[in-house]
């Protein structure tokens, strides 16, 4: 990739809760069906009620079916000869739909042309992408070009940037997470105490989407500084970052 395309790319990161707080809050008809998920993630038949309830509060965030978007954060990189700056923008709240319209806005105004834009993300291909689209077909909405994946090969789906799988340098066996390929890469992480397990629980029992949204844009700029790092772009050695 040219070093000109850089501000081709819309970096991204997501953010998910449970679908509903509790496990009693999903239909009689979901509660049956998650049992049957929690039995298939914990590879275990014999699961009673309060295991399943157990699974839901820790596990449910992660798959489309049952989860909500909180929080996408975008990032597009702006730079001359001396200075790279990372303009961030996040899309946040409660209402799930309209955090998918404005991002869907934002792909279709800005972002349309498959030959010249890209997304990247860490995992962005496993999961922030899949869950992106899913939660839109949930909502019945119309899938941007670049979100446009379902039957595509490889070789079309190009214009996605997933910094997981370039660190595996083709090793399919190997998962990463992006703060620990940030540390053994010696690349700063800004400093948050929250972790990804824990959204969904800072969003239901403390209702601090906030602090969801800046952990979200902080991932954004890791995820920019790694890339740099496996692109090899040592001009940059620290991204200036701006919520816009």
Not at 24 to 45: F, M, Y
Not at 114 to 142: A, Q, S, T
Not at 181 to 191: G, M, T, Y
Request: charged share 30%; net charge neutral.
């Amino acid at each position: 990739m040219k070093k000109g395309m850089f501000r081709d790319i819309l970096f991204l990161d997501v953010e998910t809760a449970s679908g509903v707080r509790h496990y009693s809050d999903l239909s009689e008809r979901l509660k049956l069906l998650w049992n049957k998920k929690a039995q298939t993630i914990t590879k275990d038949l014999a699961l009673n009620i309060e295991e399943c309830i157990q699974v839901y509060n820790e596990k449910a965030a992660i798959y489309a079916e049952f989860n909500k978007i909180i929080c996408i954060s975008v990032g597009y990189l702006a730079y001359d000869e001396d200075e790279i700056v990372l303009k961030v923008k996040s899309y946040f709240g409660d209402n799930e739909k309209d955090i998918l319209k404005e991002f869907s806005s934002l792909l279709n105004v800005h972002y349309n042309n498959l030959k010249k834009y890209y997304l990247c993300g860490h995992n962005i291909k496993e999961f922030d992408c899949p869950v992106i689209c899913r939660r839109m077909l949930i909502h019945d909405l119309e899938l941007p070009k670049l979100l446009n994946l379902s039957r595509k090969k490889s070789w079309q789906v190009r214009h996605l940037i997933d910094t997981l799988e370039m660190w595996k340098f083709g090793d399919y066996k190997s998962y990463i997470s992006l703060d620990l390929l940030s540390a053994v890469l010696n690349i700063s992480s800004p400093k948050t105490n929250l972790v990804g397990s824990l959204v969904s629980k800072v969003y239901w029992e403390e209702n601090d989407i906030e602090r969801i949204k800046l952990y979200c844009e902080q991932d954004v700029v890791t995820t920019v500084s790694v890339f740099l790092r496996l692109v090899q772009e040592r001009k940059f050695d620290y991204v200036n970052f701006v919520s816009i």
